[in-house]
T-cell receptor, first 114, second 116 residues
Framework: DAGVIQSPRHEVTEMGQEVTLRCKPI?????LFWYRQTMMRGLELLIY????????DSGMPEDRFSAKMPNASFSTLKIQPSEPRDSAVYFC????????????FGPGTRLTVT | AQTVTQSQPEMSVQEAETVTLSCTYD???????LFWYKQPPSRQMILVIR??????QNATENRFSVNFQKAAKSFSLKISDSQLGDAAMYFC?????????????FGQGTILTVHP
């Protein structure tokens, strides 16, 4: 099993630019989660999907953030426009419906907005 | 809202010794799970151990074990025979059942240093 795949691993962009982070969950997993890790706020859940449908997006910080899951094997997290305070590590995780308690994390994308 | 508190920002241990990391949580739920995740410098989040709230028996995974005190809402991690590879940031996490199923809430983390 390839595990959760995230791309890019590192992203450096200028303030105001659009950023798109990508995630491929483990095949057969029904749930997909997006987390953000910062020094100030720690690890926090942004949004999660069940069978490609967003279930809870209450953690999305503001309208500049959006997430989609067009199919079971792909999800994106988009920031438009980006700001320096968006600099963080963004993790994607996935789990099976019958074992939502066991979330498998991707390697994360380190985003730096200058 | 559920909260998870790790009161030890940093801990250190000598190789081959035992160390205990503390975690407390606050919830009104009766159905939930508790976890310890390890994050080494590679930043990959690795699940170390899981505890179901309905189970009275403490979970163990090789050198890792927990002390789950449900009434006290305490969930500590004991690492026995510490190894250099155990050095990492450790996160305690809570996951509720019911309608909040799927939402992991993390503590602030504890940095563990292992001295040779």
């Amino acid at each position: 099993d390839a595990g959760v795949i995230q791309s890019p691993r590192h992203e450096v962009t200028e303030m105001g630019q659009e950023v798109t982070l990508r995630c491929k969950p483990i095949s057969g997993h029904d749930y997909l989660f997006w987390y953000r890790q910062t020094m100030m706020r720690g690890l926090e859940l942004l949004i999660y999907f069940n069978n490609n449908v967003p279930i809870d997006d209450s953690g999305m910080p503001e309208d500049r953030f959006s997430a989609k899951m067009p199919n079971a094997s792909f999800s994106t997290l988009k920031i438009q426009p980006s700001e320096p305070r968006d600099s963080a590590v963004y993790f994607c995780a996935s789990s099976r419906r019958l074992a939502v308690y066991e979330q498998y994390f991707g390697p994360g994308t380190r985003l730096t907005v200058t | 809202a559920q909260t998870v508190t790790q009161s030890q920002p940093e801990m250190s241990v000598q190789e081959a010794e035992t160390v205990t990391l503390s975690c407390t949580y606050d919830t009104s739920e009766s159905d939930y799970y508790l976890f310890w995740y390890k994050q080494p410098p590679s930043r990959q989040m690795i699940l170390v151990i899981r505890q179901e709230a309905y189970k009275q028996q403490n979970a163990t995974e090789n050198r890792f074990s927990v002390n789950f005190q449900k009434a006290a809402k305490s969930f500590s991690l004991k690492i026995s025979d510490s190894q250099l590879g155990d050095a990492a940031m450790y996160f305690c996490a809570y996951l509720a059942g019911g309608t909040s199923y799927g939402k992991l809430t993390f503590g602030q983390g504890t940095i563990l240093t292992v001295h040779p």
